[in-house]
């Protein structure tokens, strides 16, 4: 053999060069930031999936108007720790109509309409609009003008601290599921006396 054949055989030829350090330092972040990439993207993935659930189940809130028949409600009615508001409407000369149930005085369960009217007033010293409650109405039962203005004086406390509540929850249409408590589902009670 010819002495270059044989350094030929010697030499072995690598396809691939051997990667330098640099090279093996750039791999090494590219993969370092695609991992980072997944991680964000599975964060952002389970945020908005916590934030649909969250969405799905707050419970609606209703005007500061039902708020502040909700608590003329709860100033009239005898045991108000039994008060449940069913169904909320407004009519078409913008009264509400508030559907209740609670336990009267004999122990039984009741379910009475109340009709409420709130329309707001500019207060000439300080030009703020302020709420006053024009008519409120128990089962046909029309609250005295007197004690309307009793209770408007509560008024300004308010507009200062405005009380909204949840929408209530609508009653079912068929007599069937009107024994699943939907509300239940919309907000957590802990009720510590049972």
Known sequence: ????EQIAQQTVIEDEPKASLADKLQEK?????????????????VLFFAYILWFLFKPFEASAEYG?????????????????????RTKRDGAMELWYTHIDAFGEYRM????CRVEYFV?????????QVTE??????????????????AMPY????????????????????????TERFRKVRLDIKK
Do not use: W
């Not at 370092?32 to 991680?39: A, E, F, G, L």
């Not at 009475?112 to 009709?115: A, E, V």
């Open 1 to 4: 053999m010819d002495q270059k």
């Open 136 to 153: 409120l109405r128990f089962n046909k039962v029309t609250v005295s003008p007197e004690r309307l203005a009793f209770m408007n004086n």
């Open 112 to 115: 009475d309409p109340l009709i």
């Open 158 to 181: 308010f507009v200062e601290f405005p009380r909204i509540q949840a929408y209530p929850a609508a009653l079912p249409d068929s007599l069937g599921d009107l024994q699943i408590d």
């Open 68 to 88: 502040i028949c909700y608590t003329m409600l709860e100033m009239n009615v005898p045991y108000p720790h039994t008060l449940y508001v069913s169904e909320l």
């Open 123 to 131: 207060d000439p010293e300080t030009n703020i609009y302020i709420p």
């Open 29 to 45: 972040k590219r993969l370092q930031r695609k991992k980072t990439i997944k991680r964000v993207l599975q964060i952002v993935g």
